[in-house]
C-alpha cells in the first residue's frame, strides 16, 4: 500500500510534468501520470465549453449524434495528446467494450462518462483515462471539468485529489452506510435489468442509504474518498469500472465481484467497498 516515499503529490506531479517537457520522454509512470493530468485538463475545458443547456432530441438518432459529438470533441484533443505519451500502446476505441484486454499497453479513456447526464445540463460527468498494462490498471485520472477537481492513482503509490490523498471509509455495519450502484445501460439484457432490480431491493433491507445514479465512475471516487461506503453494479464496461477500481484499491478499499470473487475485465459484477463492511455487502448480494 501506499507511504510516505511512494505518494505521488500535486508538487511532484507538477514537477514531474516539468521534468518531461524538458526531457521530451516520460521515463516513470509518475511522468506519464502528470502528463496525463495535462492533456484531460485540456480535453475537460473542450467538454465544459458545450455545457449549459439542455440538448433536445426527439429521436434516437438525434440522441446518438449528440453523445458522438461530445466524444468528439474530446478526443480530437485527448487521443494524440495521449497517443503522443504511449505511441506504442494500443487505444481502446468503445468505451462500452468490457472483458480482457490483448497483453501490453492500452489506454481506455471515457472521453465523456456521464453524456447523457451532461446533454441534460446536469452536473455529474468526467473526463477519464486510465494505461492499462497487461490487463492491469496502472495510472488513471479522473477530471472533473465543473469543478476542477483531478482524482488520480498510481499502482503502489495511493490515490490522491488535487494531490490530497485518498482513504476509503473506516465504516464496519452495512446498517450504517451509503452505498451506491448505476442502474442498467439502455437495451441492457433483461436478465440484467432484473438483477439491478432485485440488489437494490436487498441493498434497501440492509443498507441505511441506497444511492442510484450514473456514471459509475462518480460513485467510485466518492468510495475512494470515504463519502460513501461501497458501489456495486452488474455488467459494465471497461472504462466505466477500471478507473474506479484503482482509485479505491489505492485508498485502501475492496474488490471483488458480488459473490466475493477475485474481480476481472471478464467480471459479471463487480463490488468496491470500505474494508468493514465487505463481507456484509457480498452477503446481501449474493441472497
Known sequence: ??????????????????????????ATDADLLARTVSALGAAGSALRERYGDVVRHRTRE?????????????????????????????WVEDELDGGALPSGEWWVVDPA?????HLHALPEWAVTATLVRDNRPVLTAVHLPLTGETYTALAGAGAHVDGRPLHVSPTTELGLS???????RPDEDETVVRRVGSSITEMLLDALVVRTAVPAT???????????????????????????????????????????RPWT????????????????AVATLSR
Open 218 to 260: 462518480l460513485h467510485l471516487v466518492n468510495v475512494a474518498a470515504g463519502r460513501i461506503d461501497g458501489f456495486w453494479q452488474f455488467a459494465g464496461a471497461r472504462a466505466d469500472l477500471l478507473p474506479g477500481m484503482l482509485l479505491v484499491t489505492e485508498a485502501g478499499g475492496r474488490i471483488s465481484d458480488a459473490h466475493g
Open 1 to 26: 500500500m501506499s507511504g510516505p516515499l511512494q505518494t505521488a503529490t500535486a508538487s511532484t506531479i507538477e514537477v514531474a510534468a516539468t521534468d518531461v517537457a524538458a526531457t521530451g520522454t516520460a
Open 113 to 117: 462518462e456521464g453524456n447523457v447526464n
Open 178 to 184: 451509503i452505498v451506491a450502484t448505476s442502474q442498467a
Open 265 to 280: 475485465p471478464g467480471s459479471e459484477s463487480f463490488l468496491a467497498t470500505a474494508p468493514g463492511i465487505h463481507t456484509e
Open 62 to 90: 438525434e440522441l446518438m449524434a449528440a453523445l458522438a459529438a461530445n466524444d468528439e470533441a474530446v478526443l480530437a484533443i485527448l487521443r494524440p495528446r495521449l497517443t503522443q505519451l504511449r505511441p506504442q500502446a494500443g
